[in-house]
């Protein structure tokens, strides 16, 4: 039995369980604001540079690069058609992510995708082609089929004519923040002038009904009619069978899960949850200035990818290709190292767990943190997630019934034994530190 979402109704749904066992998703930040891609390294976002160049220092590195005549919008014939998705895919597939979220449209208004609405899009200007359907065409290919697909959509445009929220202090029509004065918004549809239900449904719709995303990823919220989508897309999935979730950025309090964007998670939300950061210290789009040594590391990486799991949570984790859609060697490898690192402690102790309730956000014994899930048949897994010291180590917390075994690594064996107090004591020999890279992973049987 299906039930019929009305937007009276809307507030029913629920995330759906292959979206909670999904564990971990890559996201993918590219677009316009890839052509110039710089921002103060760890200050600001590169994806933001046309509302930077209104502040310092963006303002004066604009002026000094390209000139005060040179546009935003000036950059749109310098975008390339060259990124091959496929690239991406196989990054997302090897480091064993289960879905990813692509772009589709920034807070620049650039749509990447074939839209009616307006001809300001990578269709009608630019490298005249759908990135969108290019990546969600190549996802269903068989070899992509365990992965889900994702859609990103800003509702507001900073700069749109007939986009005004005050609540933001954002509006259009765009200004050359040297001269003061209005300059075009290319390739927007003069005869809106209702930018909600006019322009930003419009174009949800489309994404929905073109694409089918597994995943709608708003951002910002603001003015919007988001209800007026937000049916249909859920009757469109329950009508194929389909299981689909939106995030808590649509504007109308509607939503599957809750996003929490480079922020450090010391206590879970209340409900099931995502947590969105970049590999670059504080960037989505590619930052040009990032030097290759100020990625996260691996280990730093993992170690979130566990806290967030252990918490009940999901973790994004961004990618900013360049302008010509290569991921700089510095982001591949951290995703490819995550991925042989999940390969070698096995999948099975992140993906489809639930939280162990007795420490739903971990402990800390002796300067050492550990975090813990429970997978579906019951194993009991344990993550340090700092080299542990050599000799016996107490855990502090209650851990179910051992039956047979306590194994690290590729099933190396770890004496156990409880103390009066009947904590479980391992015994942390050289080899266990040894067998393992980044975080220790302990199943107890």
Known sequence: MCITFLRSSLQQHQAPQWLEDAKFGIFIHWGLYSVPAWAPVGKEYSEWYWWQMNHEPTYSYHRETYGEDFNYDDFIPKLPNTPDPTKWLDLISRSRARYFVFTTKHHDGLALWNTSVSERSSVHLGPKRDFVDAIMTAAKQPEYAHVKRGLYFSLPEWFHPEYRDVSLGWHGPPKNPYTGKMIPYTGYNPTIRDFVNDHQVPQALELIEYHEPDIFWCDIGGINNSSAWQAPYFNRAASQKRQVAINDRCGNGISDFTTVEYQSNADAPSRFWEATRGIDPYSFGYNQATRQDQYADTGSLLRELIDVVAKGGNLLLNIGPDMYGQVVESMASKLAEMGEWID?????????????????????????????????????????????PQGEFTIPVPVPKIESSVTTGKSIHVPWQLDLQNRVVLQISEQVIQASKYVWVFKML
């Open 344 to 388: 070698h402690v096995g999948p099975e102790c992140l993906f489809n767990t639930t939280r162990y309730w007795v420490a739903p956000n971990g402990v800390e014994q002796n300067k050492v943190r550990l975090r813990f899930t429970v997978a579906e048949d019951g194993t009991f897994y344990m993550f340090i997630l700092d080299e542990p």
